[in-house]
């Protein structure tokens, strides 16, 4: 018996051994791919987009992975035997990204692998969401653009066409399909040359050079909040989000207390696409597992029941009671947003709240800072101006000498001139300056930048320095911190204001900040904007300090926020003030820009080095716009 169980097992191996071989042998024969030659968009990410803008792409886009979508062209006989070639990545833009390939190993070549990742930005900065012609005429006409506005890219296009061509072999088709295939062909050759697609039972093969013909659009949900504990998975869910872009589906929410499952639950080996039918959830520990099958999933369903596993911890993201929350100065400031899709301003859309933290302490620095702020303050005395003499005074300290010989003169050539304006007087220099420096307090800012600080301890400790540096100028400055719970209310944390002088009690409201909610940045830069408008200073410093792209809980995600925050800047150019922003997002590059321009921000990859950065970085800001 023993001996039997022995030979099974052997047989069991050899199976699982020869199944293994045939696998990987059918696979490599059946795939038309080059993974020694591959390219990762992660490599060239931040090219391609600096590529993409360059050449007129829309500055408002990043550049971000697609996923690979299903096709129905003819396959060989071995790929049908291997289930390869069901899907593949093609190229797309919507309205937040640019969206590519996670890798490009079409070509045996890795140069030529490179140099489509820059065709394909090339020919999506040529789209205009004007043109509405089908994607086979509409690919050549990009194709005829790109070429006519570009022409160095003919002779690279031309190479990738024809390692192209060599892979579309076509084999005993049915006549429509040849008749497809080589319309294709031709138009790849003469862009421009074939008017329309032939029509075919089947799709035809994917062109690798060409945008998606059907790219995926996300389903539109409406704008719900999230479960309380929804801070908990955000992490995680970015990360995922960053790997794969999945087309989604709105499904409706079932009763969990309806149906019968009379089956045994452990009997059901796999899973498939969504029926409507409330499968309860699964609070695994191993969030690994629910990452596998989302990625091979085509099409996620997606619903929002309110709920979110028990064994996760909460964050709570109800506003605290009016006992303990911070004293609300004023509530009725109305503020305007950008809609960009109607192109138009609507007024009065956000709701303001002035806010003070109630009964600050007066405390004194921080004993870990002493060292960093008395350094900082003997490099800051330096840029505060120095003492000078105010000339023909009608009175003052001394005589002035100038004067009194120009007096002296006048009166013996036998002018007549009065004797006034003839002293001077010593007084303080003073820079026409002022800065507002506006602080990110949104949720996020409550993670973990190391095994001892929190972003809010770094965010803290900024603020510190930044106020004992300008404390030692002389230069006007105030600080205040946002947060955004939809448009209504917007938190703003008045922390010390330009009527303020700078003492233990502006140190203990900055020792009493608090992770906040969500960023409406653009709400945040209007309102900080107000507060410069009402200082007489000739030259207003608009420095903003973030950790994160502008979010909130309804629309303003994405697109829809990016474009508000840029119309703010804009108008906060406008005015003549100049904004800045520092950022610890490690992303910063592919947003930013499209912002505040290239020269108006900065990208601090170390978060601990903030608090020794941001002083120095404003003495360079303003030894810039002396």
Known sequence: ????????????????????????????????????????????QHLLGIWFRALGGDGGLEVAGSDATL????RTLLQRMAGANRKTELAWRDENALRLPPQIDYF???????????????????????????????????????????????????????????????????????????????????????DRLPPARRMPLPVPLWLHPNPPEPARMAATEPPADAGAHGNHARELEEVQRKQTEKAQTQDEDRGLITVRMENLFSWGEHVHVDRGTEDEEDDDRADEVARDLDKISVTRDGKAPKTKIKFDLDLPSEAEDDEIISDDIMLPEWDWKKRQLIPDHCRVLEMVTKDALAIPLPERLHRTATKLRSQFQALAPARVWHRARPDGEEVDLDAYLRYRTDRASGCNVAA??????????????????????????????????????????SLYLFAESLAATGDQFGIYGFSSRKRDPIRIHAIKTFEESYNGRIRGRIEALKPGYYTRLGAGIRYAAEQLKQQGAGRRLLLILTDGKPNDLDQYEGRYGIEDTRHAVQSVRNLGFHPFCVTIDEKGNDYLPHLFGNSGYVVIRNPVELPGQLPLLYARLTAQQH
């Not at 050759?189 to 074939?194: H, K, L, T, V, Y």
């Open 108 to 194: 045996p070549d890795a140069a030529l692998n490179r140099d489509l990742y820059l065709w394909l930005g090339a020919l999506a900065a040529m789209e205009n969401d004007t043109d509405q012609k089908p994607w086979f005429a509409h690919n050549q006409q990009l194709t005829l653009a790109a070429l006519q506005h570009y022409p160095g890219l003919q002779d690279k296009y031309y190479q990738l066409v024809e390692a192209h061509l060599q892979q579309r072999a076509a084999g005993r088709w049915p006549a429509d399909e040849i008749a497809q295939e080589q319309a294709i062909r031709k138009a790849l050759i003469q862009p421009g040359s074939m």
């Open 1 to 44: 018996m023993t001996k039997t169980v022995s030979d099974l097992l052997e047989l069991v191996e050899m199976e699982e051994h020869v199944g293994s071989w045939w696998h990987g042998f059918i696979t490599r024969h059946a795939e038309q791919r080059f993974p020694e030659a591959a390219v990762d968009l992660a490599d060239i």
């Open 420 to 461: 006034d304006n003839l002293y001077r007087q010593m007084n303080a220099g003073a820079r026409d300056l002022a800065c507002l420096l506006l602080a990110d307090l949104s949720l996020s800012t409550d993670t973990w930048v190391n095994d001892e600080s929190r972003v809010l301890d770094v965010i803290q400790d």
């Open 71 to 74: 096709i129905s062209s003819r």
